[in-house]
């Protein structure tokens, strides 16, 4: 499939008019052909009103062109082969065996949300029936379901060009939700979100749904976003990024005639406690699998272990020690952007010039083009209370570790600390004392608590949460990673007295769906 620089808006191919932009390769400092034409407001309206002129249709469409409209997208995805890996790979620096990797987690999350679709358990079917008798009032008959809230407005992330991107979970979630979906581009890999784009589209097509089931914008600057956001045909927006856009974004979305929800995934550092049982007897083997997980991809994951926390004594300088002689071995390299790489440089050389930190290593210098060097610090629970830009996450391979006295004092780190994604707990049999006092706070401070093992690993499954209190995310109640994550798109609708002729399929007595449903408050299988 050819990559051509244009917009699609609903079934067209749209060039922009706003000037021309380029995805670059951050490996060799090269723009990359062809050039991309940038939108304007009146492209975002387009889109927006073709979305919600599809939005009856497809929340309306059986379940099963649902679930079959996400199946086909995946199938398009991998029908384009090598052209898509080899286009995601100039354009963000990582490895082809990572690319393949994610791509095959974005295939499995679209057949995931299919199957759920399918179930229909998400549309929560419950019926009260009718008491005309009770006493001394009767009760009418009551019946809810959840409808999906209209067109979502999608953000493509930088670090995950495919998993969290055009056809990634927040687009997989709002359309199994059945939301129509308006994308926009990342400008880091604008041509690996053509590819993507078009094969949602043909998919779009090929299931007979309307043409303003999916739309793909591009644009330089935040005018693309902002315009969208604002757009009074959109009801939602998924996000991932800096704190800073998020915020912009829920602040656009807050001050609208009719505000709605912004569901934007931001800043998290990910505290990694290694408590005393397990640091006196596997020490040396967390440290070294906490650099592999540090320095995973280029340290550019959302649950980069970015803190690690311990008592202080000679186990932690022992831990400190083996940790920074493997981060030492490893080599600098290239980050998503150049935007990012710089960013980070930055931020190591702020925190190196600290006079609340000590620099224990740094990786290997290399020559490659916008190069991350590992970074390893550490300072004591003092300083850190002290310090509040030590809390500050740094994208990318660096991460603090912090020692303290006591419990006391790890607890009191704990309470201070933002809200998290993740929260890691390397302990053994003797350290459930302390774990037990540690487990009330991470509740409230993390959306996933990991115990011996490393938080840089996302499971796409039913039970994950990939959220947490602000600013990890900006609504702590929700995920941006498994099937909970439809939740984030849909409303309960309750239908009081409807004729049986005018009831949803969900909710007729008959059960034509067959759905597990809530009858009378008794659970009842389909």
């Keep these: 499939m050819q990559i051509t620089g244009e917009m699609l808006i609903g079934g067209a191919c749209v060039r922009g008019t706003q000037g021309t932009l380029y995805a670059f390769d951050p490996a060799r400092g090269l723009a990359l052909e062809p050039a991309?034409?940038?939108?304007?407001?009146?492209?975002?309206?387009?889109?927006?009103?073709?979305?919600?002129?599809?939005f009856d249709p497809l929340r309306c469409a059986p379940l099963e062109t649902r679930a079959r409209l996400l199946?086909?997208?995946?199938?398009?995805i991998l029908a384009l082969g090598d052209t898509l890996i080899q286009r995601a790979h100039q354009e963000s620096a990582l490895p082809v065996a990572r690319l393949e990797g994610e791509r095959g987690r974005t295939v499995g999350q679209l057949r995931l949300f299919a199957s759920f679709v399918r179930e229909g358990r998400w549309l929560a079917a419950t019926l009260d029936p009718a008491m005309p008798e009770?006493?001394?009032?009767?009760?009418?008959?009551?019946?809810?379901?959840?409808?999906?809230?209209?067109p979502v407005a999608v953000f493509g992330a930088s670090n995950f060009p495919l998993a969290f991107s055009v056809a990634g979970g927040d687009t997989a979630s709002a359309l199994?939700?059945?939301?129509?979906?308006?994308?926009?581009?990342?400008?880091?890999?604008?041509g690996t979100s053509e590819l993507v784009g078009r094969a949602i589209q043909q998919a779009v097509k090929a299931c007979g749904l309307p043409e303003g089931t999916f739309s793909l914008l591009v644009g330089a600057g935040n005018l693309i976003g902002e315009t969208l956001v604002a757009h009074p045909a959109i009801k939602a927006v998924g996000f991932t990024g800096s704190r800073g856009g998020g915020l912009a974004l829920a602040g656009i979305a807050a001050q609208r005639r009719e505000p709605i929800p912004v569901y934007a995934e931001m800043s998290s550092i990910n505290p990694f406690f290694v408590l005393p049982g397990a640091l006196a007897r596997r020490g040396a083997q967390i440290a070294r699998g906490f650099v592999e997980s540090l320095t995973l991809g280029v340290g550019q994951f959302c649950t980069n272990p970015g803190l690690v926390v311990m008592l202080d004594g000679p186990d932690a300088q022992a831990f400190a020690k083996t940790a920074a002689d493997a981060l030492a071995q490893k080599d600098s390299q290239t980050m998503l952007t150049r935007g990012i790489a710089t960013a980070y440089s930055n931020a190591v050389a702020s925190r190196t010039a600290s006079g609340n930190v000590n620099t224990l290593a740094q990786g290997a210098q290399t020559e490659a083009l916008n190069a991350a060097r590992p970074a390893l610090f550490a300072t004591t629970q003092a300083a850190f209370e002290h310090d509040a830009h030590l809390e500050d996450e740094i994208f990318g391979p660096s991460s603090l570790i912090v020692t303290c006295k006591n419990m006391d004092e790890m607890i009191a780190l704990t309470e201070r600390l933002e809200g998290q994604l993740t929260a890691t707990l390397h302990l053994e049999a003797d350290d459930t004392a302390q774990a037990r006092r540690l487990l009330p706070v991470l509740e409230r401070k993390a959306g996933r608590i990991l115990a011996n093992g490393y938080p840089t690993g996302v499971e796409v499954c039913h039970a994950m949460v990939h959220g947490g209190p602000f600013p990890a995310t900006s609504d702590s109640r929700t995920t941006s990673v498994g099937t909970l994550a439809i939740e984030r798109f849909l409303r309960p609708?309750?239908?009081?007295d409807l004729p049986a002729e005018l009831l949803p399929q969900a909710l007729q007595d008959g059960n034509p769906l067959g759905l597990a449903r809530v009858v009378d408050g008794k659970l009842t299988l389909g």
């Design 493 to 496: 609708v309750c239908y009081q």
């Design 36 to 54: 991309f034409g940038s939108g304007s407001a009146g492209d975002v309206d387009h889109a927006c009103r073709l979305a919600q002129a599809a």
């Design 176 to 190: 199994a939700a059945g939301c129509p979906v308006v994308v926009k581009a990342h400008p880091a890999h604008l």
């Design 71 to 76: 199946e086909t997208i995946a199938e398009n």
């Design 134 to 150: 009770r006493k001394p009032l009767p009760r009418s008959d009551l019946r809810l379901q959840k409808i999906p809230l209209g």
